[in-house]
């Protein structure tokens, strides 16, 4: 195969996936500048991007943490189906085996029922079936409206950080 010969079909494709790639890597560079010339004009909008980072790496290692205490062993940001979820917990107990996808939100508002739905979906897919996976969302807060669908939904748990914190102590 030629890569220069442009009556070859699969050079052509060749070709325009190489001119794809350089525009995205002039396009990426484009962003990182100007992305380095707002963190020098504005440096406590970097500070915050950075700290919101932080906080989120922060809370995914404290619920991972807490799931290790609990006897889970944990995986953090692992592919289902196509869906990235933030965590998967695992614990075997004599013949007794369960998995949850574990979906972490901490944000200042409560999750929503949304969060709930689209996890609910999730666990219909193959792998998340033949896994028997459940579902939990780990959150600061809930909706009303999350907690009621979680209710309505025996393979969906909705913990609040401090329910997680309750169940490790004796």
Same mark, same amino acid.
């Given at each position: 195969?030629?890569?220069?010969?442009?009556?070859?079909?699969?050079?052509?494709?060749?070709?325009?996936?190489?001119?794809?790639?350089?525009?995205?890597?002039?396009?990426?560079?484009?962003?990182?500048?100007?992305?380095?010339?707002?963190?020098?004009?504005?440096?406590? *909008?970097?500070?915050?991007?950075?700290? %919101?980072?932080?906080?989120?790496?922060?809370?995914?290692?404290? +619920? #991972? &943490?807490?799931? /290790?205490?609990?006897?889970?062993?944990?995986?953090?940001?692992?592919?289902?189906?196509?869906?990235?979820?933030?965590?998967?917990?695992?614990?075997?107990?004599?013949?007794?085996?369960?998995?949850?996808?574990?979906?972490?939100?901490?944000?200042?508002?409560?999750?929503?029922?949304?969060?709930?739905?689209?996890? *609910?979906?999730?666990?219909?897919?193959? %792998?998340?079936?033949?896994?028997?996976?459940?579902?939990?969302? +780990? #959150? &600061?807060?809930? /909706?009303?409206?999350?907690?009621?669908?979680?209710?309505?939904?025996?393979?969906?748990?909705?913990?609040?950080?401090?329910?997680?914190?309750?169940?490790?102590?004796?």
């Amino acid at each position: 195969l030629l890569v220069d010969d442009s009556a070859c079909p699969a050079a052509v494709a060749y070709a325009n996936v190489a001119d794809r790639i350089k525009e995205l890597g002039r396009k990426l560079v484009g962003v990182e500048h100007s992305r380095a010339i707002a963190d020098q004009a504005y440096p406590e *909008a970097r500070s915050e991007r950075l700290d %919101k980072t932080a906080k989120g790496k922060s809370f995914e290692e404290q +619920v #991972a &943490r807490l799931l /290790s205490l609990l006897g889970y062993e944990v995986e953090r940001e692992q592919l289902v189906d196509g869906n990235r979820v933030d965590l998967i917990a695992r614990r075997r107990e004599g013949l007794r085996h369960e998995c949850y996808l574990v979906e972490r939100k901490d944000h200042v508002r409560p999750a929503g029922k949304e969060v709930l739905e689209k996890l *609910a979906a999730w666990l219909q897919s193959e %792998k998340a079936r033949t896994m028997r996976a459940q579902g939990l969302v +780990v #959150a &600061r807060a809930f /909706s009303p409206a999350a907690l009621t669908f979680a209710k309505a939904h025996p393979e969906l748990q909705a913990k609040g950080i401090e329910e997680l914190e309750r169940l490790r102590q004796p």
